[in-house]
Each structure stands twice: as structure tokens, then as C-alpha cells.
């Protein structure tokens, strides 16, 4: 079943499937995702750039995503989750030679921060006011790297987890290292997962969370699936990856479509299409999983929790080829050489692509 209310600021759905509980020590709960619009942000290659503009306009935005998490916790949500790049910083990542005035770092390296620091104490104590748990997808600044990071707290505010994204966009690569760990976190009523991004399009990823138990993964992201301005039912990733792997998926992206919650059968709901800066709600029921209600089917397999039929039935033995770093379809792009860890090429192609004055003036 999918509910859809597109003029509404606040959408809280209960999920009533009728599926069996398959032995599971879970609870309901409600999920909260923050679908959000961007503020404006300084543009290096215009020449009405201000310098002094850039950090005021990144604490604009993320105040306003911190307003929107507490308004999900007065709605008594036991989880939010944010979208991808709560600076709203990472269009700067392609002016890699754009120094900030007062630090003299590339601009975008000085925007990143600590972790624990002053921006995440701010969400620490939204988490420990409304006790609830809380994703803050953040750039982070460890010594001399940055990471795009999922930053987990837990309903006192403790930072629980970080995920830091493993797999970059080839832009994102330029200034962003990677991180190495797929982990899923335990709350009191499941186990959670943060796919970032790009991540969501490794059907790997997901499927590492899944067998580790993970109930819901969050995919924070710049990328929706969905056709524009239309249902996460047109989202054809996002079903695929629920279905494949029996969890709900959550995407939150900034915009006015493209977030919400589609359940383990691939079925949106929760999403509110067309609304600016609201919260969008469903509680769920992790003791549920997907179950087939063919008692022919439930005979033949020993059991109705079509779940648990799929990963007992596994054969990894054969996946061998999954982790070889060299598979043969890398034979056909031997010649193929990406930007990433090129500096010379990057800086060329920053001064090709369709950005700034002068490139514009040529169309």
C-alpha cells in the first residue's frame, strides 16, 4: 500500500503489512528523512564571487537542515536521517585551485570539519533533546584528509558511528579519500546501514549490509532515481535493491521529490512529492520481513520467510570473480584512464567543462 500527499508538510505513515514475524527481537519505529532545498552558494568562476559569503552561507544551510531535525524530533521520530553534504558544500570540490583567503587551504578542504567537533555537538544535542537517533551526512576533516561521512548518534547524543563513503564519483576523488567499512549499527528497534551516494549503484554494497543484517539502509545522495518530479515508484535501482535484498530502502536527496521509504517488497511508504523543507515519516515494524503467502510455495521450501530462503540458498563459493581486482571486462578499458590522482588533467578539465562567464559567453 503507498501514500502519496504531495500538499502536505508532514507525512506520517503506519505501515501495517500483514506478514508473519520470522523470530525476529525487533520493534516499531518511526523514520524520519528530511526532504530539503538548498540555499545559494558562491559561484568561484562568476565575478560577482565574494570570499567572504561562502562559510556564512554553508551555516545557513546547515541551521536550516538542524531546524528540519527538530521538527522531526517534536514529531516524536525515533530516527532522522539528512541528505548527502549538509554544508551544502560540495559544488565547491570542482574549483580545486581556489584558495580560501583565511586559511590559504582549497577552498573546499577548508569548509570540512572535525569529527567530533562544533558542527556535530550541534546535532549531538537535537539527538539528546528529542532522544532520538540521528544520520548527519557531513564532510569531515581528519588531519590532512577529507571524508564525506555519515556521522550516527545515538538517542543521548554519543557519536556511535561514522561511515565515510567507499566509493567517489570521479570529481569527488580529486579533494575526497575514501573509506574502507561497510557497518551496520544496532538502535533498539533494528539495524541500520548508510550507503552514500554513489554506493546505492554497487548492488555489492547493499548486499554486504544485508547479509550483515542490516533492516534499512539510508542512501544520503546528490543522485535520485526517480523521474523527475514523479514517485519513487518510477525509481527502478531503489526497488531492485529492496527486492533483492529483503530491507528497506530510504533515500534522501535535497529537493522536492526523490526522498521517502520504499519497504523490503520494493513498495513506497512514505514519500511527499513536491513539498519544500518538511519532514517525511513512516513507522515501521522491523519484526516484519518478507514472507510469501503460497502455502504450496511455504511446503515446498520449509518455510514462508522468502528472506530467509534466499540467503540460506546461496552459493559464494561462485562469486569468486566479485572481488578480483582485474575481472575480464577491465580488458576492454585498458586504455581507459580516469582523472582521479591526475592533477594536471583535473586542473584541464575544471578550465574545459561548461562552468564560469567565459565558457558560458561561448554558447
Not at 500538499?7 to 506478514?19: D, F, H, N, P
Not at 558542527?119 to 532522544?131: E, G, P, R, W
Request: proline share 6%; charged share 25%.
Amino acid at each position: 500500500m503507498k501514500t502519496h500527499i504531495p500538499l502536505t508538510g508532514i507525512l506520517t505513515v503506519l505501515l501495517l503489512a500483514s506478514l508473519s514475524s520470522y523470530g525476529q527481537s525487533k520493534n516499531t519505529a518511526k523514520i524520519a528523512l528530511i526532504q530539503a532545498t538548498g540555499l545559494s552558494n558562491q559561484d568561484p568562476f562568476m565575478d560577482d564571487y565574494d570570499p567572504a559569503k561562502v562559510h556564512p552561507q554553508m551555516d545557513a544551510h546547515f541551521n536550516k537542515l538542524l531546524g528540519l531535525f527538530s521538527q522531526a524530533g517534536q514529531m516524536g521520530a525515533d530516527l532522522v536521517c539528512g541528505p548527502e553534504d549538509m554544508q551544502h558544500i560540495g559544488s565547491y570540490g570542482l574549483y580545486i585551485d581556489v584558495k580560501d583567503p583565511e586559511t590559504g587551504k582549497i577552498l573546499f578542504n577548508s569548509m570540512a570539519v572535525p569529527v567530533p567537533g562544533p558542527l556535530t555537538d550541534q546535532v549531538a544535542a537535537i539527538a539528546k533533546k528529542y532522544n532520538m537517533y540521528i544520520v548527519a551526512p557531513i564532510y569531515e576533516a581528519d588531519g590532512e584528509k577529507v571524508f564525506n561521512t555519515a556521522v550516527i548518534f545515538d538517542r543521548q547524543g554519543n557519536i556511535i558511528g561514522k561511515h565515510r563513503k567507499t566509493v567517489l564519483p570521479i570529481l569527488e576523488t580529486w579533494l575526497v579519500s575514501t573509506g574502507d567499512e561497510y557497518e551496520v549499527y544496532r538502535t533498539d528497534f533494528g539495524n541500520i546501514a548508510v550507503a552514500t551516494c554513489w554506493e546505492i549503484f554497487y548492488p555489492e554494497i547493499s548486499t554486504i549490509y544485508a547479509l550483515k543484517g542490516a533492516d534499512i539502509i539510508f542512501n544520503p545522495t546528490m543522485a535520485p532515481d526517480n523521474q523527475p518530479g514523479k514517485s519513487l515508484d518510477t525509481a527502478p535501482m531503489f526497488i531492485t535493491r529492496a527486492k533483492d535484498n529483503g530491507v528497506y530502502i530510504a533515500p534522501v536527496v535535497l529537493g522536492t521529490d526523490g526522498n521517502g521509504i520504499l519497504d523490503f517488497n520494493g513498495i513506497v511508504v512514505a514519500e511527499i512529492i513536491g513539498k519544500e523543507d518538511c519532514v517525511i515519516m513512516a513507522e515501521i515494524d522491523f519484526s516484519k520481513e518478507r514472507t510469501s503467502d503460497s502455502k504450496w510455495w511455504e511446503t515446498i521450501n520449509g518455510t514462508d520467510n522468502t528472506k530467509a530462503m534466499h540467503y540460506k540458498s546461496r552459493r559464494p563459493e561462485t562469486y569468486k570473480l566479485l572481488t578480483d581486482p582485474n575481472p575480464p571486462i577491465l580488458e576492454k578499458y585498458k586504455d581507459i584512464h580516469l582523472t582521479t590522482g591526475d592533477p594536471d588533467r583535473q586542473l584541464k578539465a575544471v578550465r574545459e567543462v561548461d562552468y564560469g562567464p567565459n565558457a558560458r559567453s561561448k554558447k
